[in-house]
C-alpha cells in the first residue's frame, strides 16, 4: 500500500502526458553507471527530465531504455552525448524518499540500438532496434562459459562478507550470455569498459572479454587476500606475544619475583653511572633510556633503542692509567720482532721517545708505505707490546661506503656504529693502538667517499670530537694512537697524506731474508707442521737457493709459503717412521719443490757495441735490465721496442738527441743520422717498462752503438740525464746495486747526487761493487765504453 501510495502520489504530481507512439521508447540517461539484462539495481534519478520520464513510463506501464551519456558532467545530454546501445528495462518500483529524492529499481530485459530520437518531446524518447540474445550453442561456447563460471565462483569466494545466495545464483546460471552479463555488471569495472561489454553481441567475443577482465580482477583479489591472511597473522602474532608478557609480568608480581622491566631499566642505570661517559653522551644515555623504560616490551623500537643503549654502556669512556713507555724494552721487542729496517726502528723508537715525555701532545699519525709482506702490520703489533697497549685492526681494502667510517644513523634497521668504533669497543680500551690496514685501497661510491670522512679521524686538532652517525654524540679519539699502511702513496688523496708521516719500507736484501728466514721463518714453520728442531732442519745454502729460485718479493711470504712446502716434505718421512731426523740441503730442493722458478740475470758478457746493462726498480726489488741499440738503413727515424712507457720513451728521445749534440766529440759523422734509422729494444717485452732512470745506460748504448766501442760487460748503470748533459738523482738505490752484486757485476755507475744513498746499500753489496759517482753524460763515456773500437775492457 505505501508503494502504491507513492507511486500515486508521484503520478498525481506529473505534468500533463504526452502522447508517445507505441513503437517509441522512453530513454532514461544515466551516469557512471551500466544496466545489463537479467539484472535488477536500484538507480537514483535527480534531473526533472528524468524523473517526469520514468513516472510517465510507470502510469502507461512502459518500459524503458537505460542509456549511459558519454560525458558524466552534461546535465541536460544531447544525442550526441549519449552511447546508441540501451538496455530495455521494466520498472519494478517507484520511490520518494524523505527528502524528496527519486528512485527506480529496474530490471533489464535485453539490449536495443537507437535508431534515432524523436523530436519535440520533453525528454529523451527513441525508436530502438531490439536486439534479441544469440542462442547459439558450440563446445568452444561451452567450455568459455564453464570458465567463466568458475572464475565467477572464485572470485565471489575471495570477496570479504560476499552473500551465499550470490554463488548460487552463478552456480544456477545456465546461460552463458546471462553468466557474462551478470559478471559483468557485479565486476568493479570502468563505465566505459561496461559500455562496451553491453554492445558486443557476438557471444564467444562477449564471453572471452568479460573472462579477461575477470582474470586481473582474479588476480588482484589473490594477492590482496594473500597479503590479508599475512598481516593478520603477523597482528595475531604479536597481540599473542604481548598477551603472554602480560600474563608472565602478572605471574611474577604474584610470586614476587617483581617487575622484569623495572629491573632491567635498574641495571641500565646502574651500568650508565659506571660508564664514566662525559656530560653529552650521559645525558644522551639518560634520556633514551627514560624512554625505553615508558615503552612496552612488544614496540618495535624497544630492541633498537636497548641496542643503542648497549652501545653506549660498553664503549671505553673513560681513559685507563697507562704505563710508563721503557725505550730499552721497546729496543728489544723491535729487535726480536723484526731483522734489519733499522732506519724504521729509529723512527719507532723517536715516536716512542715523545709519547713518553709528551703523553698528553698531539703525536703524527704515521702510515707505512712498501710492497707486501716487508711487516708493516706486524711492525704496528710491535708498537702496541712496547706501549703495553691492546692492538687492533680495520681493515680499509674495499671500503667505498662513508657509513663504514662514520656509521649509521639510528633510522635504519640493523644500523651500527663505524668501523672506527667498532674497533675501539673490540679493543676495550679508549687508547689503543689501531692499525688502519690497506688504507690505498679504499674506494669512492654513491654512498660517499670514505677516504674524505678519514680526514677528521686522523686530524688530531679534530678527533678529539669525533662524531659518529649512530652514537649522535661525541667521542674522543685523542688519545687512539693511529697507524696506518698502504702498498702505494698514488691513489691515497693529497689532503689525506698530508694527515701522516710517510716511512718508507722498501724491502728486504737476499742477505735480509735470508737471516729472517733463519731467525724467524723456519721456526714458525716448524712449529706450524708439528715438527721440533731435533726432527728437522734447512741447511742455509738450501735457503739461500729458495730465495734466489723460488721466491721473487719485496717481503718474505712466499719465502715463508716455500720453507712450509719443504718442512710438510719432512714431516711425512717423521710420521710415516722412515726418518727421525731430516736435513734439507740444497740438493734436495729440486726433487721437493721443483725446479727452481726463477733464474737469475746474469751480466751480458759480449763484445757488440750498442748494448748496455742498466739497472731498474721493481715492486718485488732490484733488477737488471738491457739496452739494446742498432742501426739499419733509413731516413733517421728512432724506433722503440719492448713495451716501454712514456716517460722512458722520452729518455730514449733525449738520449738519441743528446748523442746527436755531442757528435763531434763522439767522432760520429753527423750524416749518418740522415742515413740510418735506430732502434732501440729493452728485452723483457711482455713486462711494461716505465721511468726515467734509464736514461745514461741508453745514451752509453746509443753512444757504443755510433762509436763502434763496446761497453764494459762488468759495469751497470742508472740515472736520469738532461739535455745539458747532467746525471740527475733516481730513486730505488738499494734495491738497484743490491741487484747488481747478486748478478755477479763488478762495478755500478750511480748519478752523484745520490751519494746520500750510499749508507743505505747493505754492507755485503759495498763490499763486491766499486762505485763511479757520474756528475755529466762524459763522465759515463769515459768509465763504461771501450778506449777502442770492437774491443772490450780488460778484466
Not at 641500565?268 to 616490551?297: F, G, H, V
Not at 623500537?301 to 721503557?326: C, N
Not at 703495553?388 to 634497521?413: C, K, M, N, W
Not at 711494461?688 to 745514461?696: E, N, T
Request: glycine share 6%.
Amino acid at each position: 500500500m505505501d508503494n502504491e501510495s507513492q507511486q500515486m502520489s508521484a503520478g498525481a504530481s506529473a505534468p500533463n502526458p504526452v502522447q508517445i507512439p507505441q513503437d517509441a521508447l522512453i530513454i532514461i540517461p544515466v551516469r557512471n553507471m551500466v544496466l545489463f539484462p537479467s539484472v535488477v539495481t536500484p538507480i537514483a534519478i535527480a534531473r526533472s527530465k528524468s524523473v517526469a520520464a520514468a513516472q510517465q513510463a510507470l502510469r502507461e506501464q512502459r518500459p524503458v531504455g537505460i542509456l549511459l551519456q558519454r560525458n558524466a558532467d552534461a546535465n541536460d545530454p544531447t544525442p550526441d552525448d549519449l552511447y546508441r546501445v540501451c538496455t530495455v528495462a521494466n520498472i519494478v518500483r517507484y520511490i520518494t524518499a524523505p527528502d524528496d529524492s527519486h528512485h527506480i529499481v529496474c530490471q533489464g530485459v535485453q539490449r536495443a540500438r537507437i535508431q534515432d530520437f524523436l523530436p519535440a518531446t520533453p525528454f529523451p524518447v527513441a525508436r530502438v532496434l531490439q536486439i534479441p540474445e544469440p542462442t547459439t550453442s558450440s563446445p568452444e561456447i561451452e567450455a568459455r562459459f564453464l570458465n567463466l563460471q568458475r572464475q565467477a565462483i572464485e572470485a565471489i569466494e575471495l570477496l570479504p562478507q560476499a552473500p551465499p545466495e550470490l554463488v548460487a545464483l552463478f552456480q544456477s546460471t545456465s546461460s552463458p550470455g546471462t553468466l557474462a552479463d551478470l559478471a559483468a555488471a557485479y565486476m568493479d569495472l570502468k563505465p566505459q569498459e561496461k559500455q562496451e561489454i553491453l554492445e558486443t553481441v557476438d557471444l564467444p567475443r562477449r564471453v572471452e572479454r568479460v573472462s579477461t577482465f575477470l582474470a586481473e580482477r582474479l588476480e588482484v583479489l589473490r594477492l590482496s587476500n594473500e597479503i590479508g591472511q599475512k598481516t593478520k597473522a603477523a597482528f595475531d602474532e604479536r597481540q599473542r606475544e604481548a598477551i603472554l608478557r602480560e600474563q608472565m609480568a602478572t605471574i611474577q608480581r604474584q610470586l614476587g619475583e617483581g617487575d622484569g622491566k623495572a629491573q632491567e631499566v635498574a641495571e641500565l642505570t646502574e651500568a650508565i653511572a659506571k660508564a664514566k661517559m662525559p656530560p653529552e653522551a650521559d645525558s644522551q644515555a639518560r634520556k633514551e633510556l627514560r624512554r625505553y623504560e615508558r615503552m612496552p616490551e612488544a614496540a618495535a623500537e624497544s630492541g633498537m633503542v636497548r641496542s643503542y643503549l648497549d652501545w653506549l654502556i660498553e664503549l671505553p669512556w673513560a681513559l685507563p692509567d697507562e704505563k710508563p713507555i721503557d725505550i730499552a724494552q721497546a729496543r728489544r721487542i723491535l729487535d726480536e720482532d723484526h731483522f734489519g729496517l733499522e732506519k724504521i726502528k729509529s723512527r719507532i723508537i723517536e715516536y716512542l721517545a715523545v709519547r713518553k715525555l709528551a703523553p698528553q701532545g698531539k703525536a703524527p699519525i704515521l702510515c707505512f708505505v712498501g710492497p707486501p709482506g716487508v711487516g708493516k702490520t706486524s711492525l704496528g703489533q710491535s708498537i702496541a707490546r712496547a706501549m703495553s697497549r691492546p692492538f687492533v685492526r680495520v681493515s680499509l681494502g674495499g671500503v667505498h661506503d662513508e657509513a663504514e667510517i662514520r656509521g649509521h644513523r639510528r633510522t635504519y634497521i640493523g644500523a651500527l656504529p663505524g668501523n672506527i668504533i667498532q674497533g675501539i669497543k673490540k679493543a676495550g680500551a679508549r687508547n689503543c693502538i689501531m692499525m688502519l690496514d690497506e688504507i690505498d685501497k679504499m674506494g669512492r661510491g654513491i654512498q660517499g667517499d670514505p677516504s674524505a670522512a678519514m680526514l677528521e679521524v686522523l686530524d688530531p686538532e679534530q678527533n678529539a670530537t669525533f662524531r659518529d652517525n649512530y652514537l649522535g654524540v661525541p667521542f674522543d679519539l685523542s688519545r687512539v694512537v693511529f697507524i696506518t699502511t698502504a702498498n702505494m702513496l698514488d691513489t691515497i688523496p693529497g689532503p689525506l697524506q698530508d694527515r701522516m708521516e710517510i716511512i718508507s719500507l722498501p724491502g728486504y736484501t737476499e742477505e735480509e731474508k735470508l737471516e729472517i728466514a733463519r731467525r724467524y721463518l723456519v721456526r714458525r714453520q716448524l712449529k706450524a707442521n708439528g715438527l721440533s728442531g731435533e726432527q728437522a732442519e734447512i741447511e742455509d745454502e738450501a735457503l739461500r737457493q729458495i730465495i734466489k729460485g723460488y721466491t721473487r718479493e719485496a717481503g718474505v711470504r712466499s719465502l715463508e709459503r716455500e720453507i712450509g712446502r719443504a718442512l710438510r716434505h719432512a714431516a711425512v718421512q717423521i710420521a710415516e717412521g722412515t726418518a727421525t731426523k731430516v736435513t734439507i740441503a740444497a740438493k734436495d730442493l729440486i726433487p721437493i719443490l721443483g725446479a727452481p722458478r726463477f733464474e737469475g740475470e746474469i751480466a751480458l758478457r759480449t763484445s757488440v757495441p750498442g748494448v748496455a746493462t742498466g739497472l731498474a726498480w721493481t715492486p718485488v726489488g732490484g733488477d737488471i735490465l738491457f739496452i739494446e741499440a742498432t742501426r739499419v738503413p733509413g731516413r733517421g727515424a728512432l724506433i722503440l721496442t719492448g713495451q716501454l712507457g712514456d716517460v722512458m720513451r722520452e729518455s730514449a728521445q733525449a738520449a738519441l738527441t743528446l748523442v746527436k749534440s755531442r757528435a763531434s766529440q763522439l767522432g760520429v759523422d753527423p750524416a749518418i743520422f740522415e742515413k740510418s734509422d735506430i732502434h732501440v729494444h729493452v728485452p723483457a717485452g711482455a713486462t711494461p717498462k716505465d721511468g726515467p732512470s734509464a736514461g745514461v745506460a741508453m745514451f752509453t748504448a746509443l753512444a757504443s752503438l755510433l762509436t763502434e766501442r763496446t761497453v764494459r760487460y762488468d759495469t751497470a748503470m742508472t740515472g736520469e740525464i738532461s739535455l745539458r748533459g747532467l746525471v740527475l738523482p733516481v730513486g730505488g738505490i738499494k734495491e738497484k746495486v743490491v741487484a747488481a752484486a747478486a748478478a755477479g757485476l763488478a762495478r755500478v755507475m750511480l748519478p752523484a747526487r745520490n751519494r746520500r744513498d750510499f749508507d743505505d746499500i747493505p754492507k755485503s753489496a759495498r763490499e763486491k761493487l766499486s762505485f763511479i759517482w757520474l756528475e755529466q753524460v762524459d763522465d759515463a763515456i769515459a768509465n763504461a765504453l771501450a778506449a777502442t773500437k770492437q774491443s772490450a775492457a780488460a778484466e
